[in-house]
């Protein structure tokens, strides 16, 4: 008896460890991208994208389309970017994509195309009734026309309001209806899986996340 029991606990323990290491980990890109820009109407180009967390089948996505990925490490993923995603001025999003069980999708990582592709500063200069005095900023094409927006935490006096900037691609930003959130701090990423952008909002005196589930628009 004792030992069926001792053979039936050392099948149990395999079960549960080759289960544990079946489980996929959640993507992480460091920054940048390699490249991180590119001039409107190139060719296919390489894009190389270097983290943690990255298995066998993961995959790039570029503005939610999965592309042909190749996996070089668990640091580090190539895929092609073809001609037809960078025929005009724009920035995109890059996400890496692990499959379940466990996986997920990473932070996001943007990808300018653009003719100045060298070093230089933008400085943004806004007009309007709003005056922002922020506690947080966070960078994404939340409509996704192709533009970077920003989402900014408000602060005024004791209390914070979550806003939307829409951007032009100019450097000018209209504001938005502030979503139903209040927070001191918050990120982006495409928590649902859906291709569109999601907000997790660090909600102001709790210890408690809000996710808003972007629509695109």
């Given at each position: ?15 549960l ?16 991208l ?23 089948n ?14 070089i490490?668990d ?15 724009s920035?995109?999003?890059?996400m890496?994509?692990?499959p ?39 960078v ?9 927006d ?6 005024y006096?004791n ?14 930003f ?11 701090s ?32």
């Open positions: 008896m004792r030992k069926g029991a001792i053979l039936l606990g050392t099948v149990l323990l395999g079960f460890s080759a289960l544990s290491y079946a489980q996929a980990p959640v993507p992480f890109i460091s920054q940048p390699v490249p991180d820009a590119t001039a409107p109407g190139g060719g296919d180009f390489t894009l190389t994208v270097n983290g943690t967390g990255f298995v066998s993961s995959v790039i996505n570029w503005n939610g389309i999965a592309l042909a990925t190749q996996f490490s640091t580090q993923l190539t895929a092609t970017v073809p001609a037809a995603d960078i025929t005009t001025a920035t995109a999003w890059v890496v994509a692990n379940a069980p466990g996986g997920g999708t990473s932070n996001v990582a943007f990808f300018t195309v653009t003719y100045n592709t060298g070093d230089s500063v933008i400085f943004i200069r806004h007009h309007g009734p709003y005056i922002f005095k922020t506690s947080a900023v966070a994404g094409d939340f409509n996704q026309d192709g533009k970077v920003l989402a900014v935490i408000h602060v006096k209390d914070t309001t979550l806003y939307i900037l829409l951007g032009d691609g100019t450097g000018h209209t504001v938005g209806p502030p979503p139903p959130a209040t927070g001191n918050v990120t982006v990423a495409d928590f649902n899986g859906d291709g569109k952008l999601d907000l997790a909002v660090v909600n102001s005196g709790t210890n408690t996340v809000s996710i808003l589930l972007g629509d695109g628009t």
